[in-house]
């Protein structure tokens, strides 16, 4: 079977969703399909090119699995504005739909790919060619928007992303979406048959993370003392991550000197962050930029707690693919998310953690002040807890078999 996946992240991108869209290619590879990815340079997440790539229309290269890489010219985003977000969502849109357009005809799409417009633009290509389409919703749109505060609900703007929204849903051969309250969206409010619609939530590989580094090594090099109390953030530094608010938290707790932040991570507010954390008095706050996919473990790993911001009601309309990487990392985590969210839900099922309200430091920093308190031991067991939870829920080998069964049968 001649498979096609269009994926506006794809490695050495370090994202989740870029992983994800790797397996996928490099198991259908394995399992004699053939196997085409169109994808776009890698940039995320600062919004700029890797080193060792040069833009240009288009770029072909071969994975060592057999995995043909198409790599299509678009804009960048290194700020997080609505303009040069859209704008690089139509320019990779353009691009890649030109390469579905004009190649051999593959028997299925998997698209992970910018929502509405670089996804509509491979679902009109996708129609008039007559492929089945596979969509992974990784973001819902509006709502996402809206959360964000970018555009105002029920506006003009909102119903109509929300119509084509459910038009390319409902008229997809299956939609595919990561959370329980994403598949509520698409059943109730985008109407989109049950038949055609399932939930396989992001999986992490067991060995992304080494449980066997301890974090000691690199907390020693970043000058952290084994009696401080390290809190860290270690994702991507954009405007929905809400990193301030956990900068502003520190802010509340400068009187507690032994509690130190560490931000590991690049992204669109990168810069606004390190000049919010340079008006707190000493060094409390720690940024380490850029921060490759090999650092993961002991980054994480050096953590007493990981903190997950998110901003206003984005946790409603996302669920951090950070998370995962978080409980496989056997640390405690503390979230801001919206109270019933699918964020806050798993945190609480899984009993790996805290959570409490967005956008309130003085609530943030209350929490910390109480887990840091806490026995070590129960911290300990709060981390286990989570690492045990996303390997009986969030592996590799219960999600993957899934998703290759909806693309094969769609492309018979």
Not at 384 to 393: P, S
Not at 402 to 410: S, V
Request: net charge neutral.
């Amino acid at each position: 079977m001649n498979i096609l996946i269009v994926s506006s992240v794809f490695p050495p991108e370090p994202v989740v969703s870029a992983q994800t869209s790797a397996q996928i290619a490099k198991t259908l590879a394995y399992t004699n399909h053939t196997v085409t990815v169109i994808t776009s340079f890698p940039s995320r997440p600062a919004g700029k090119i890797f080193p060792g790539f040069f833009r240009k229309l288009v770029q072909r290269e071969r994975s060592e699995s057999g995995v043909e890489i198409v790599r299509c010219f678009s804009t960048l985003s290194p700020e997080s504005r609505m303009f040069s977000r859209l704008l690089e969502n139509l320019s990779f849109g353009l691009t890649g739909g030109w390469q579905v357009l004009t190649m051999p005809r593959p028997d299925a799409i998997y698209a992970n790919t910018w929502p509405i417009v670089a996804t509509g633009i491979l679902f009109m290509v996708a129609r008039l060619r007559r492929i089945p389409l596979v969509i992974s919703v990784q973001d819902i749109y509006p709502e996402a928007l809206i959360a964000q505060g970018r555009i105002k609900q029920n506006s003009v703007l909102a119903r109509l992303v929300s119509w084509i929204d459910g038009v390319i849903a409902r008229n997809s051969a299956h939609v595919i979406v990561i959370s329980e309250r994403f598949a509520d969206i698409y059943r109730e409010q985008r109407r989109v048959p049950a038949e055609r619609l399932s939930l396989i939530p992001n999986w992490i590989d067991s060995n992304q993370i080494d449980i066997n580094v301890t974090g000691q090594e690199y907390r020693r090099s970043i000058g952290i003392a084994d009696q401080d109390f390290l809190v860290v953030y270690g994702g991507n530094v954009g405007v929905a991550a809400g990193v301030e608010t956990v900068i502003e938290a520190m802010r509340l707790l400068v009187d507690t000197p032994a509690i130190c932040l560490l931000i590991a991570g690049s992204g669109s507010q990168l810069a606004v962050c390190q000049q919010l954390a340079s008006t707190l008095p000493g060094e409390r706050v720690l940024f380490h930029s850029p921060w490759a996919a090999e650092e993961t473990s002991q980054v994480l790993r050096a953590a007493d707690l990981l903190v997950l911001p998110t901003q206003h009601e984005q946790s409603l309309a996302s669920v951090p693919s950070k998370l995962l990487s978080y409980m496989l990392a056997g640390r405690p985590v503390l979230a801001t998310a919206v109270s019933g969210s699918d964020l806050a839900d798993l945190v609480t099922h899984a009993q790996c953690g805290w959570v409490v309200e967005t956008d309130r430091p003085d609530l943030l920093s209350a929490q910390i002040r109480e887990i840091v308190q806490l026995e070590p031991g129960e911290r300990q067991r709060r981390g286990a807890n989570g690492r045990r939870y996303v390997l009986q829920h969030f592996a590799k080998d219960a999600c993957l078999p899934r998703l290759l069964r909806i693309l094969e049968e769609a492309g018979q």
